[in-house]
């Protein structure tokens, strides 16, 4: 291998980089010219990719030329070359089955009315070694069968040439591999002692005066300080944190501009919680979920009524989020116990509401108030949130790491989206959205107090919580703490319901195929209906 002083691999394919090419007059490790190729011929087609499996093993990857001389004079000796064989997508279909890790990208351009065909060859990301998966073979014409290479070569660059490597190779093939190596080591031992420095904060945030953990704390900071404090069985700088938090909040409703530190009060609300039912911390889950109550309280009056307008609309769909949220956290963690208590609305701090869960007050009142729709389309028209509950605690889910330590990384979740297949925090909550809507139904006995948000999305994400809760009498009772009938009643009910809503709101069905919970719903004594 030779190395040119600057790598002429950058990926470019514009105009300019092809006279730079051009420019060098010859050919190098990174920089291929060939005066002709017929992609239709299969001699050349494997011969190409030969050539892609040696740029591949440089570095950076590198360039091939099509008409162009050896002196990267644009030519048409052999007759011009099709255009329409220089596709990236071609060219990538030609090499896929003989380099899996292929990267290709090809453009063409005119130069003195002459068809030049541009490719660059990216190296493997990440970095590995470019293995060809199969043997590359043409008939010849006398039709005997040539073998360029075979199944486990591997080919580099020697100058103007591409050739089998050798051991010499070795070093250099296996750098970008090794750098890649201490790169991703770097980066582990670098997030190893910035948690550790993190926890360090934490434990002096937690042990130091009383009033330095507080909501006004970065969420890294409030988290590490509240489970410095957890770690230590340490309740006093716990309930002095969420001591003033109801009058705090109740003095920023009433403030024009409180708006973003009222969602920061909540969202480190959202981590205590998460991080209670994450270590099972059950004093600490009762606490904050009072907190959270009598915040939500502030929002209605003591006859059932609406408090602070929209504003308190707002806070009470703000909340009723955040908790949904915690309750796929619940249901991915196997938290079952958690479930009825993020449900319903507690020890008598609202019972004021009409509904038996603050989730279906929340939906209904922000229904009311117009707050579940989208910015307008492109006619004007407002657009509602599918799956409204579901979708907007996914987003918080992004937002607040102690919502998903199961899962430190989320993709992006866009309203009204087609959400990614596999997203195991999404059917968390479906799932969660599902079973609150049974415990709902089943203590109050009216069908009214759900409403099935986890429609808007397919049933296969919903089924296994279901299924869960028909095949085990023993995660029923910790969910539930209803008799059977009624249990059983409830979820029919909201499976009907989903199935319904799914058709008048989605236009689609909403099937859950399950022979588990359909001999649940059948072998249970027969009940007239909610």
């Given at each position: 291998m030779t190395l040119t002083a600057q790598p002429l691999g950058d990926g470019s394919?514009?105009?300019?980089?092809?006279?730079?090419?051009?420019?060098?007059h010859a050919e190098q490790d990174d920089l291929d010219y060939k005066e002709h190729l017929d992609l239709s011929n299969t001699k050349d087609k494997v011969e190409l990719v030969k050539d892609f499996g040696a740029m591949q093993s440089q570095p950076f990857g590198g360039y091939i030329l099509v008409g162009v001389d050896g002196i990267g004079e644009p030519t048409t000796a052999h007759g011009p070359i099709n255009a329409n064989q220089f596709d990236p997508a071609t060219l990538n279909g030609i090499?896929?089955?003989?380099?899996?890790?292929?990267?290709?990208?090809a453009t063409t351009h005119e130069v003195d009315g002459i068809t030049v065909a541009m490719i660059f060859v990216g190296?493997?990301?990440?970095?590995?070694?470019?293995?060809?998966?199969?043997?590359?073979?043409?008939?010849?014409?006398?039709?005997?069968?040539?073998?360029?290479?075979?199944?486990?070569?591997?080919?580099?660059?020697?100058?103007?040439q591409s050739v089998r490597w050798s051991y010499t190779d070795l070093a250099w093939v296996l750098t970008p591999i090794e750098n890649a190596v201490r790169e991703d080591e770097r980066r582990r031992a670098t997030a190893y002692v910035d948690a550790v420095s993190q926890g360090q904060?934490?434990?002096?945030?937690a042990t130091g005066p009383i009033g330095s953990l507080s909501w006004q704390l970065e969420d890294n900071d409030f988290q590490s300080a509240l489970l410095e404090a957890m770690r230590a069985n340490d309740e006093i700088p716990i309930r002095h944190a969420f001591l003033s938090l109801v009058g705090e909040a109740g003095a920023l409703l009433n403030q024009s501009d409180g708006d973003d530190d009222l969602n920061r009060l909540l969202d480190r609300l959202t981590t205590a919680l998460s991080l209670a039912v994450t270590y099972d911390d059950r004093k600490l889950f009762a606490a904050v979920l009072a907190t959270f109550q009598s915040i939500y309280a502030l929002g209605?009056?003591?006859?059932?009524?609406?408090?602070?307008?929209?504003?308190?609309?707002?806070?009470?769909?703000?909340?009723?989020?955040?908790i949904e949220a915690v309750g796929g956290l619940a249901i991915r963690l196997r938290g079952w116990w958690a479930i009825r208590p993020l449900t319903l609305h507690g020890d008598g701090r609202l019972t004021q509401l009409h509904y038996v869960s603050w989730f279906r007050h929340a939906l209904t009142e922000a229904s009311r108030a117009n707050l579940l729709y989208t910015e307008p389309d492109e006619n004007g028209n407002p657009v509602e949130i599918g799956g409204p509950l579901v979708a907007v605690a996914r987003q918080h889910v992004e937002r607040i790491p102690a919502l998903r330590p199961d899962t430190p990384s989320v993709s992006r979740f866009e309203l009204n989206t087609a959400p990614d297949e596999h997203d195991p925090v999404l059917d968390s909550l479906?799932?969660?959205?599902?079973?609150?809507?049974?415990?709902a139904v089943a203590r109050s006995r009216r069908e009214f107090d759900h409403y099935p948000s986890f429609a808007a999305f397919y049933a296969r994400r919903t089924a296994p919580v279901l299924e869960t809760l028909a095949a085990s009498p023993d995660v029923r009772q910790q969910v539930a703490h209803e008799d059977e009938p009624f249990l059983r009643d409830a979820m029919k009910s909201v499976i009907?319901?989903?199935?319904?809503?799914?058709?008048?709101?989605?236009?689609?069905?909403?099937?859950?195929?399950?022979s588990v919970v359909q001999t649940y719903l059948e072998d249970q004594p027969e009940r007239p209906s909610l």
């Open positions: 394919l514009t105009m300019e980089k092809l006279r730079q090419l051009l420019a060098v090499a896929h089955s003989y380099l899996p890790s292929i990267r290709v990208n190296a493997p990301d990440p970095p590995a070694i470019a293995i060809f998966s199969k043997d590359g073979q043409y008939a010849d014409a006398t039709g005997r069968s040539q073998t360029v290479f075979r199944a486990g070569d591997v080919f580099v660059r020697r100058g103007t904060r934490g434990r002096s945030l209605v009056t003591g006859d059932g009524n609406l408090a602070l307008g929209v504003r308190g609309i707002r806070l009470l769909w703000g909340i009723a989020t955040r479906a799932q969660f959205d599902a079973i609150w809507g049974i415990v009907d319901t989903a199935e319904q809503q799914s058709w008048a709101a989605y236009h689609r069905p909403w099937d859950l195929h399950s």
